[in-house]
Structures are given as structure tokens and as C-alpha cells.
């Protein structure tokens, strides 16, 4: 896992392979950027991972690295994390599917979707992304899972 400090809002990445200097924000393919974010008594944690990737392939990859795709089960997790991704502007997967086109969305922890920002509605996706690129709130967006895009990873 990646190293994260335990602050209210905290930005860090890791270095990149290509450059041997100080770690900063800096958005490229080989860097993960990760946001702490305080939630009550239980810090949360998620990574913002440049690498595009299946929705499948994502979620493998974050369990071997973190804990699992980003589950964000209230609003003000949902608006903390919209805003952490505002400069990336990019497609990111989050940890939320449905297991058929008329089903309901549901959260890789199991819990189901509470809220909906959801940008335009795909009756065939089947896996959430978070559009950090349109402009308004509602960035939820139902995407084909073999997709590739970047993922949100939830660690510890």
C-alpha cells in the first residue's frame, strides 16, 4: 500500500518512475495520487489510480494493492471525492454495479446505491464511473465494464 497521511484532507502521490525528485501532485500514468479524507471517527482513504483498466481488471487491482474499488456510501463521501478528482479530469471507476441491465446498483461492500447523480442514463451499463470532467454535480455515469478508464481505490 501506498503511504498516506492521517490529516482532514490530505494530497500525496507517489514518485514517479521517470523522475527521481520529491513526491507532489502530478497526474501522469505512472503515478498514484491518493486523498484522505476524514469520515466521523474512521478515516478513509482513496486512491486515484491513473492506470486505465476493465472495471474487472480495476477492482483486482485494488484489491491487491488497497482494500477494494472506492465504495461511497453517503452523499458527503460522494461530493469529497467529486472534488479531490475535479483536476484529474478523467473517467474513474468506482466500486458500484449492477448485476443486470434491470437491476439495482449496488456497492462491492454489498450495500445498495443511496443517492443518484447519475449524468445520463445507459440502460446497458452495467459498472459506475465518476465523470470528473462534466460540469454539474450529477457525474455517476453506466458504463460497459470492458471499458477502460482510470479507478478510485478505498484503503485504509
Known amino acids: ?9 490530505v494530497v500525496c502521490a507517489t514518485r ?3 523522475r527521481n525528485h520529491l513526491p507532489s501532485l502530478f497526474i501522469s500514468p505512472d503515478s498514484v495520487v491518493c486523498h484522505g479524507v476524514a469520515v466521523g471517527q474512521i478515516p478513509s482513504h ?9 472495471w474487472s ?7 491487491r494493492h488497497y482494500v477494494d474499488l472506492a465504495v461511497l456510501n ?4 460522494y461530493f469529497t471525492l467529486l472534488n479531490a478528482t475535479l483536476a484529474s479530469k478523467g473517467s474513474f471507476w468506482l466500486g458500484l454495479r449492477r448485476q443486470s441491465i434491470l437491476g439495482g446498483w449496488t456497492w462491492v461492500n454489498g450495500e445498495e ?4 447523480h447519475w449524468y445520463r442514463w445507459n440502460i446497458q451499463g452495467r459498472c459506475a464511473s465518476m465523470e470528473s470532467m462534466l460540469a454539474k454535480d450529477e457525474k455517476l455515469l453506466a458504463r460497459y465494464c470492458d471499458e477502460r478508464h482510470m479507478s478510485v481505490c478505498q484503503g485504509e
Do not use: G, N
Request: glycine share 0%; hydrophobic share 35%; with cysteine.
Open 1 to 9: 500500500m501506498y503511504p498516506c497521511i492521517h490529516l482532514f484532507v
Open 16 to 18: 514517479s518512475r521517470s
Open 46 to 54: 482513496y486512491f486515484l489510480v491513473q492506470r486505465p483498466m476493465s
Open 57 to 63: 481488471k480495476a477492482r483486482e487491482f485494488c484489491q
Open 74 to 77: 453517503t452523499e458527503e463521501q
Open 113 to 116: 446505491l443511496r443517492y443518484e
